[in-house]
C-alpha cells in the first residue's frame, strides 16, 4: 500500500479564517512533506519534516503552520490567508530524507481563499 | 548552482503516436533523477526513477535512461494512448540540495483519439 490520504479535497476560507489540512500515511513512512502548486506550475515545497521534527521551512509565511503529531499525520493549519494563497496543497511522504527515496504524494486538498 | 531543464509543451500527439519529453541537469555530484506524472484533478505519481548512471527505469510503457555523459534523462513512450494525457515532471534530487525535489517546468501532454 502506497497511499497518502487527504482530508478535506476542497476547502473554501475566508481571509479571516482558522482552518486545517491533514495528511495520513501508514507506510511506516518518517519523512513527510508539504508542498504548494499554482495551476500549470510544478509543486513548490513548503515544508519537510523528518522524524517527527522539522527539517525544512523554506521561508514559508507565518500564516501556515505545520504540525507533525505522530509519525503518520502531519497538518498543516491556516490562519489569516491571502487570496494569492490559492492554490492545490499536496502531501507527501517517504520513507527517510536521502537521495533515492521516492516521494509518495497524496491527491491534495483545492484551496481557495476569498 | 544544480538546475534541471525540461522540454515545455504543450504537446498533442495522436494515439499510437511515439512521444519523447527531454530532460537534462547541471549537477555538481550524481543526483538521483525521478520522472512523475499529475493526470487532471489528481496528485502526483511516481513514473520512474534512476539512481546511477546507466540505470533505465521504466513503467506502464514508458522509459528513461540516466546518461552521465549528456547528464540527460529524456522520457519515451512508443505508442501512447489517450489515458497518457497528463503533466510530466522530471525532477532531480541533487545531492547538495539537502535531498530535496527539484521539478522541472512540466510538460503537458495531451493525446487525441
Known amino acids: 500500500d502506497t497511499e497518502v490520504t487527504q482530508t478535506p479535497k476542497h476547502l473554501v476560507m475566508g481571509m479571516t479564517n482558522k482552518k486545517s489540512l491533514k495528511c495520513e500515511q501508514h507506510?511506516?513512512?518518517?519523512?513527510m512533506y508539504w508542498y504548494k502548486q499554482k495551476a500549470k506550475k510544478p509543486p513548490e515545497l513548503m515544508f519537510v519534516?523528518?522524524?517527527?521534527?522539522?527539517?525544512i521551512n523554506e521561508s514559508v509565511p507565518s500564516r501556515f503552520s505545520p504540525e507533525c503529531p505522530n509519525s503518520s499525520l502531519l497538518n498543516l493549519h491556516l490562519h489569516a490567508l491571502q487570496p494569492e494563497d490559492s492554490a492545490l496543497y499536496l502531501c507527501?511522504?517517504?520513507?527517510?530524507?536521502?537521495?533515492?527515496?521516492?516521494?509518495?504524494f497524496g491527491p491534495g486538498t483545492r484551496l481557495l481563499v476569498l | 548552482g544544480d538546475s534541471v531543464t525540461q522540454m515545455e509543451g504543450p504537446v498533442t500527439l495522436s494515439e499510437e503516436a511515439f512521444l519523447t519529453i527531454n530532460c537534462t541537469y547541471t549537477a555538481t555530484g550524481y543526483p538521483s533523477l525521478f520522472w512523475y506524472v499529475q493526470y487532471p484533478g489528481e496528485g502526483l505519481q511516481l513514473l520512474l526513477k534512476a539512481t546511477k548512471a546507466d540505470d533505465k527505469g521504466s513503467n506502464k510503457g514508458f522509459e528513461a535512461t540516466y546518461r552521465k555523459e549528456t547528464t540527460s534523462f529524456h522520457l519515451e513512450k512508443g505508442s501512447v494512448q489517450v489515458s497518457d494525457s497528463a503533466v510530466y515532471f522530471c525532477?532531480?534530487?541533487?545531492?547538495?540540495?539537502?535531498?530535496?525535489?527539484?521539478f522541472g517546468a512540466g510538460t503537458t501532454v495531451t493525446v487525441r483519439a
Open positions: 525532477a532531480p534530487v541533487f545531492p547538495l540540495e539537502d535531498y530535496k525535489l527539484s
Open positions: 519534516y523528518s522524524y517527527e521534527k522539522l527539517s
Open positions: 507527501a511522504s517517504s520513507r527517510q530524507r536521502s537521495r533515492a527515496e521516492t516521494q509518495y
Open positions: 507506510m511506516g513512512h518518517r519523512a
